[in-house]
């Protein structure tokens, strides 16, 4: 028979008794092990009796130790169960009859079908009795789940071990086949390069830039975009933070360098990226004593306000420059929506992963085909590598870098929002601590190699979080090889400019999708913040507020100052600075305290 260690827990089961024992150094209380009941009244097989183990080793107040029956009558698995067996005779340990048994007043911690009484504990070290003639106690082996130690057969419902490596369930470490790795992973490029293309279109607009370098400022975006989305799915040392996020051109960022190129030239623009990069990495240090500020209620609202932001740059990809789309934009984005709603509900397996990819081919096919649009690959071949430094060599004003160090100092909330909803996902456990820094060391680091090729601030962004929501692949590998592809397309030529070539309406309702998922995790984020309580409901509320003035306001705060335009003017920098204010004003006060709820319902 086997003795449990220290700690486990045995069940007892039916025909084993605990017999006491009497003898020289016998104590009260003295452990018991296992002995057969024998005589007439005993069943044949009966398991052994449970009898004190004796002796100077045998500490007071030891518990009953209890084996697994054995025989023709004995279940599989059956549990024993210690019980002191009383009458004469019970002290010599004689089994000529069958004893009548009295039960133990110990709390059951079995299992429903065991008796009650059957806590036992072995002594350590304490070895097997058995009365002559008892055949070794048997039973089937139990895979152990005890903590690392315990001995196998000590609980029969554990849990199987992790890999050391791996969060338990943790399917963003989990490696893709490459027959699905492919398409997933285009079709996250193909979701996100409507930025890319966007930003880059704009920009040589603005700066009136001829088609050789708006080439090649589009090949350095895509080969920044997939060299940072490796990176943050990869990671480096304390470089990228191992999750599946893409790294994106930001909106805000490239409004801004547009903005500074335009008062102080595009070299100036550049000196003020580098600048703005390094201060975020000088910055880093200092997240982890900030950190709880951003509590669930906080990030509820950031996540909302930049799925709400990203739903409007999907809008104005529809629209075009002008804001007023024509009637035939609007239809093709709407079929576009309508075949990736039909792949969704009606495919299956990697045809439904693929829903996005599916309307974007199938939006492309009708443009050309229908005549809502056209599919007009730009000119060029070959491969190319982007310039450096195409506006020539970088120029350092810090005066009029100070927009774009404001908005680096404020993109901390922006990755911390980002850094959780990624987390909400891929179903992996952040410390926001721990993980928001290597995120922004990212964002830092691809923002100094955007300055050598004239972009502007990279960011990591969640324009691919919505893709894996909808098609429940979390792996951080299929990011990675998005990144590879987006890489092989910056530098391939016709590739980049066929990309190019994707009617924007058919790219805006592919995204209208994505990213209205986006807004919608943001919702149960916030239902998860407890609004009933009036302090969090008014936060929610103002913040939300704030945060949407620029977005159906515009022109708001076109007559305020620069700096003033760079925090207000972005609803995620501005709603989420609202919220941190607020809210700790709210704990400063007690006002968020639980006696003061909302009623579910107004009668």
Same mark, same amino acid.
């Given at each position: 028979?086997?003795?449990?260690?220290?700690?486990?827990?045995?069940?007892?089961?039916?025909?084993?008794?605990?017999?006491?024992?009497?003898?020289?150094?016998?104590?009260? /209380? !003295?452990?018991? @092990? #296992?002995? %057969? $009941? =024998?005589? &007439? *009244?005993?069943?044949?097989?009966?398991?052994?009796? +449970?009898?004190?183990?004796?002796?100077?080793?045998?500490?007071?107040?030891?518990?009953?130790?209890?084996?697994?029956?054995?025989?023709?009558?004995?279940?599989? /698995? !059956?549990?024993? @169960? #210690?019980? %002191? $067996? =009383?009458? &004469? *005779?019970?002290?010599?340990?004689?089994?000529?009859? +069958?004893?009548?048994?009295?039960?133990?007043?110990?709390?059951?911690?079995?299992?429903?079908?065991?008796?009650?009484?059957?806590?036992?504990?072995?002594?350590? /070290? !304490?070895?097997? @009795?058995?009365? %002559?003639?008892?055949? &070794?106690?048997?039973?089937?082996?139990?895979?152990?789940?005890?903590?690392?130690?315990?001995?196998?057969?000590?609980?029969?419902?554990?849990?199987?071990?992790?890999?050391?490596?791996?969060?338990?369930?943790?399917?963003?470490?989990?490696?893709?086949?490459?027959?699905?790795?492919?398409?997933?992973?285009?079709?996250?490029?193909?979701?996100?390069?409507?930025?890319?293309?966007?930003?880059?279109?704009?920009?040589?607009?603005?700066?009136?830039?001829?088609?050789?370098?708006?080439?090649?400022?589009?090949?350095?975006?895509?080969?920044?975009?997939?060299?940072?989305?490796?990176?943050?799915?990869?990671?480096?040392?304390?470089?990228?933070?191992?999750?599946?996020?893409?790294?994106?051109?930001?909106?805000?960022?490239?409004?801004?360098?547009?903005?500074?190129?335009?008062?102080?030239?595009?070299?100036?623009?550049?000196?003020?990226?580098?600048?703005?990069?390094?201060?975020?990495?000088?910055?880093?240090?200092?997240?982890?004593?900030?950190?709880?500020?951003?509590?669930?209620?906080?990030?509820?609202?950031?996540?909302?306000?930049?799925?709400?932001?990203?739903?409007?740059?999907?809008?104005?990809?529809?629209?075009?420059?002008?804001?007023?789309?024509?009637?035939?934009?609007?239809?093709?984005?709407?079929?576009?929506?309508?075949?990736?709603?039909?792949?969704?509900?009606?495919?299956?397996?990697?045809?439904?992963?693929?829903?996005?990819?599916?309307?974007?081919?199938?939006?492309?096919?009708?443009?050309?085909?229908?005549?809502?649009?056209?599919?007009?690959?730009?000119?060029?071949?070959?491969?190319?590598?982007?310039?450096?430094?195409?506006?020539?060599?970088?120029?350092?004003?810090?005066?009029?870098?100070?927009?774009?160090?404001?908005?680096?100092?404020?993109?901390?909330?922006?990755?911390?929002?980002?850094?959780?909803?990624?987390?909400?996902?891929?179903?992996?456990?952040?410390?926001?601590?721990?993980?928001?820094?290597?995120?922004?060391?990212?964002?830092?680091?691809?923002?100094?190699?955007?300055?050598?090729?004239?972009?502007?601030?990279?960011?990591?962004?969640?324009?691919?979080?919505?893709?894996?929501?909808?098609?429940?692949?979390?792996?951080?590998?299929?990011?990675?090889?998005?990144?590879?592809?987006?890489?092989?397309?910056?530098?391939?030529?016709?590739?980049?400019?066929?990309?190019?070539?994707?009617?924007?309406?058919?790219?805006?309702?592919?995204?209208?999708?994505?990213?209205?998922?986006?807004?919608?995790?943001?919702?149960?984020?916030?239902?998860?913040?407890?609004?009933?309580?009036?302090?969090?409901?008014?936060?929610?509320?103002?913040?939300?507020?704030?945060?949407?003035?620029?977005?159906?306001?515009?022109?708001?705060?076109?007559?305020?100052?620069?700096?003033?335009?760079?925090?207000?003017?972005?609803?995620?920098?501005?709603?989420?600075?609202?919220?941190?204010?607020?809210?700790?004003?709210?704990?400063?006060?007690?006002?968020?305290?639980?006696?003061?709820?909302?009623?579910?319902?107004?009668?």
């Amino acid at each position: 028979m086997s003795v449990p260690q220290p700690g486990t827990k045995r069940s007892a089961g039916a025909g084993e008794v605990a017999e006491p024992v009497t003898g020289p150094g016998t104590e009260p /209380g !003295a452990g018991s @092990v #296992a002995k %057969p $009941v =024998t005589g &007439p *009244g005993a069943n044949p097989g009966a398991g052994p009796v +449970a009898e004190p183990v004796t002796g100077p080793d045998v500490e007071r107040g030891a518990k009953p130790v209890t084996g697994t029956l054995t025989g023709p009558d004995a279940k599989a /698995g !059956a549990s024993s @169960v #210690a019980e %002191p $067996v =009383t009458g &004469p *005779g019970a002290g010599s340990g004689a089994g000529s009859g +069958a004893k009548p048994v009295t039960r133990p007043t110990a709390r059951s911690t079995t299992e429903p079908s065991a008796r009650p009484g059957t806590e036992a504990a072995a002594k350590p /070290g !304490a070895d097997p @009795v058995t009365a %002559p003639g008892a055949k &070794p106690v048997t039973g089937p082996t139990v895979r152990s789940t005890t903590e690392p130690g315990a001995r196998p057969g000590t609980e029969p419902d554990a849990r199987p071990v992790a890999r050391p490596d791996a969060e338990p369930g943790a399917e963003v470490d989990e490696w893709v086949p490459v027959v699905r790795l492919v398409p997933l992973a285009l079709q996250h490029v193909l979701a996100m390069a409507a930025a890319p293309i966007s930003t880059v279109f704009l920009t040589s607009a603005a700066l009136h830039l001829s088609p050789a370098r708006t080439a090649s400022l589009l090949s350095a975006v895509l080969v920044l975009c997939g060299a940072g989305s490796l990176l943050q799915s990869l990671g480096v040392w304390k470089v990228g933070a191992r999750l599946p996020f893409v790294m994106l051109p930001g909106g805000a960022a490239a409004a801004l360098f547009l903005q500074i190129a335009a008062d102080h030239g595009p070299a100036v623009a550049t000196g003020s990226v580098f600048l703005a990069g390094l201060l975020l990495l000088a910055v880093v240090p200092l997240y982890a004593r900030i950190v709880r500020l951003f509590p669930p209620l906080v990030m509820g609202v950031t996540v909302l306000l930049i799925g709400i932001a990203m739903v409007r740059v999907a809008a104005q990809l529809i629209t075009g420059p002008t804001g007023q789309a024509l009637p035939k934009s609007v239809v093709l984005a709407g079929l576009t929506v309508g075949v990736t709603l039909a792949a969704y509900l009606l495919l299956r397996g990697v045809w439904r992963q693929s829903a996005v990819l599916i309307g974007m081919t199938a939006g492309t096919v009708l443009a050309v085909t229908t005549g809502l649009g056209s599919f007009t690959p730009a000119a060029g071949t070959g491969f190319a590598l982007p310039s450096l430094f195409p506006y020539g060599a970088p120029r350092f004003d810090l005066l009029a870098a100070l927009p774009l160090l404001v908005f680096s100092l404020t993109t901390l909330a922006e990755i911390t929002g980002q850094t959780v909803l990624n987390s909400e996902t891929s179903g992996r456990e952040v410390a926001p601590g721990r993980d928001v820094p290597k995120v922004a060391r990212a964002d830092a680091v691809m923002s100094l190699l955007g300055g050598l090729w004239g972009t502007s601030l990279m960011v990591t962004s969640s324009e691919n979080i919505g893709i894996g929501r909808l098609t429940g692949v979390r792996s951080r590998y299929v990011t990675a090889a998005a990144g590879a592809l987006l890489v092989a397309v910056g530098l391939l030529a016709p590739v980049s400019r066929a990309v190019a070539g994707i009617p924007s309406a058919v790219v805006g309702g592919s995204a209208l999708v994505v990213y209205a998922l986006i807004a919608v995790m943001g919702v149960q984020m916030l239902a998860r913040a407890d609004l009933a309580q009036q302090g969090h409901s008014m936060v929610a509320a103002l913040a939300l507020a704030v945060g949407l003035l620029p977005v159906v306001a515009p022109q708001l705060y076109a007559e305020f100052p620069s700096w003033v335009r760079t925090v207000l003017g972005s609803g995620v920098v501005a709603g989420t600075l609202t919220a941190v204010l607020l809210h700790g004003l709210v704990a400063w006060t007690g006002s968020g305290r639980p006696r003061e709820r909302i009623p579910a319902r107004v009668r």
